[in-house]
């Protein structure tokens, strides 16, 4: 619910993405009023492709995109340098807005956000492009994606150093990839990466992943973070207790524009759904608009913690 949080603070998206001081103020303003069960900052896709050079969309007050995807063969792909997250672009915006969270909120847990190995190649080299070369250059996307896992590592490296208690890997892209192919594009990388870390990971997919799960559970991610297209209920059983099940509200037609009976009748309806799932955590399915309506906000943690 990051975005939101500019009703608080009276700023814009890109104002809160530019400036640490700016991001950390409307992070605090969100604690201060839900008293969230954890803490993240603003999600932002755009972070590693900025530090390595690619150019960014920067609205107003929408999310930030990547305008261009220039890496189209092995040459360009190998005069990318991996970025320094203390010192290129604005990696060093997010480390300092979590080393911030970590000094003034040391009650709940802080979560980070990485991008994803496989959305990564798809901002270099455009989506579209990605999912054909992963048909026709298969040997070209590897280099793309062991080249990307280390950018990621080693933004990781810095969030987690900065005091980030877990790490959540944002991986839209490998939403319209087949089982098979999600585990040799996304998910043996991203198990690399929870390997590598060994520390608790979040694995986010947007859209329907209903046919991933099973391959989702494969990368040994400590939760799934399931978009609102994924029913629940019915893929409940094929996550193993003890990995968090996240979600999954719809972000847009209910939480943020919803009406509030509405809103109650699908909050109530999905814990009734999960109560026979130890580890769910209630949520959004993905990230909330900023215009969001913030009563619709607050009814979730009302009825979750059994105020109304």
Not at 76 to 102: C, H, Q, S, Y
Not at 115 to 140: H, R
Not at 170 to 190: D, I, K, R, W
């Amino acid at each position: 619910m990051g975005f939101p949080g500019i009703q608080l603070t009276n700023t814009t998206i890109k104002q809160n993405l530019e400036d640490a001081q700016t991001q950390f103020k409307t992070i605090k303003a969100l604690k201060e009023k839900f008293n969230p069960d954890a803490v993240l900052y603003m999600m932002d896709l755009s972070v590693e492709a900025e530090a390595l050079g690619l150019k960014i969309n920067k609205p107003e007050n929408e999310s930030y995109t990547v305008s261009e995807h220039p890496i189209t063969n092995i040459e360009e792909l190998r005069k990318l340098k991996i970025p320094n997250p203390l010192k290129d672009g604005r990696m060093p915006l997010f480390v300092e807005v979590t080393k911030k969270m970590a000094k003034e909120f040391p009650d709940v847990p802080k979560i980070a956000y990485v991008i994803g190995p496989y959305t990564l190649v798809g901002l270099m080299t455009g989506a579209e492009n990605t999912v054909i070369n992963s048909m026709m250059e298969v040997e070209f996307v590897h280099e793309e994606l062991n080249f990307a896992v280390e950018v990621i590592k080693r933004y990781g490296d810095a969030l987690i150093e900065a005091g980030a208690d877990a790490l959540c890997i944002l991986e839209p892209t490998a939403t319209v990839l087949s089982p098979a192919m999600f585990e040799e594009f996304s998910g043996n990388y991203v198990k690399q990466l929870k390997k590598y870390w060994n520390y608790p990971t979040i694995l986010h997919i947007c859209g329907n992943t209903t046919h991933l799960i099973p391959s989702m559970v494969k990368t040994g991610c400590d939760g799934l973070s399931l978009d609102s297209d994924v029913s629940l209920r019915d893929v409940k059983f094929q996550i193993p207790d003890g990995v968090l099940i996240i979600g999954n509200l719809n972000p847009v037609s209910t939480v943020a524009y919803g009406k509030r009976e509405q809103v109650e009748k699908e909050i109530r309806r999905l814990i009734e759904d999960m109560k026979d799932k130890k580890h769910f955590v209630l949520s959004s399915g993905c990230d909330i608009p900023g215009d969001a309506d913030l009563e619709n906000i607050q009814l979730m943690f009302d009825v979750a913690r059994g105020r109304i």
